[in-house]
């Protein structure tokens, strides 16, 4: 069965440091991957997606994203936090052709910023 | 701004009673999904609805139903509501029915029941 972890539910980085959200996931055949961004009272927007090729992908606002297809890993990153990158957080993988490729998704992590 | 909009922002009411949420899709887009948000079960995904026709079902409570029409904006009913079905109900819309599309996403209705 395909499913996505987020392992930690918070991650709290000081304004100016790297931060990385970590997200693994389980799928058969070549996983599609996707990050999103909540932030407070808002709806989800896209960040960025891996379908193939490079395994570094850049997304929005300063964003990117490692896929490693050994770990079964799809780990957010930014070199330099800020304090507005305050929000929720949330993996998606997309599930085989025979279910629509519906996004499944992960529980979510809160990332924290501190000045 | 995703270009998806829901109304109404914000809806109170009483259990037992019956609401209709509703959606505008992207300009162009043609599937149109829903999700439920709350605190203890995070993002639920509902049902997908492409062109007018139902695609793909998740976790849908039978006291719920969606539809979408020609113009395809969509409505999601929710009847018989109970203290638990209080969530954050988000629509998102996406060009085609399959691949692999990003989703865009509207700003959510609250739905508090009393």
């Known amino acids: 069965a395909q499913s996505v972890a987020q392992p930690e539910d918070q991650v709290n980085v000081a304004e100016g440091n790297p931060l990385t959200v970590k997200c693994t996931y389980s799928?058969?055949?070549?996983?599609?991957l996707f990050w999103y961004v909540q932030y407070p009272n808002r709806g989800l927007q896209f960040l960025l997606k891996?379908?193939?090729?490079d395994n570094l992908v850049k997304g929005s606002y300063g964003f990117e994203a490692e896929f490693n297809k050994s770990q079964t890993s799809f780990h957010l990153k930014k070199p330099s936090a800020l304090v507005s990158d305050s929000a929720l957080y949330f993996c998606a993988v997309s599930g085989p052709r025979g279910s629509n490729y519906q996004l499944i998704w992960g529980a979510g992590t809160k990332l924290i910023i501190k000045p | 701004d995703s270009g998806v909009t829901q109304t109404p922002k914000h809806l109170i009411t009483a259990t037992g009673q019956r609401v209709t949420l509703r959606c505008s899709p992207r300009?162009?887009?043609?599937?149109v999904y829903w999700y439920q948000q709350s605190l203890d079960q995070g993002l639920q995904f509902l049902i997908q609805?492409?062109?007018?026709?139902?695609?793909a079902k998740g976790n849908i409570l039978e006291r719920f139903s969606a539809q979408q029409f020609p113009d395809l904006h969509s409505e999601l009913n929710l009847s018989s509501l109970e203290l638990g079905d209080s969530a954050l109900y988000f629509c998102?819309?996406?060009?085609?029915?399959?691949?692999?599309?990003?989703?865009?996403f509207g700003p959510g209705t609250r739905l508090t029941v009393l």
């Open positions: 799928v058969s055949g070549n996983p599609y």
């Open positions: 998102a819309s996406s060009p085609r029915a399959v691949g692999v599309n990003e989703q865009f």
């Open positions: 891996y379908i193939t090729g």
């Open positions: 300009s162009g887009d043609l599937s």
């Open positions: 609805y492409y062109n007018g026709e139902e695609r």
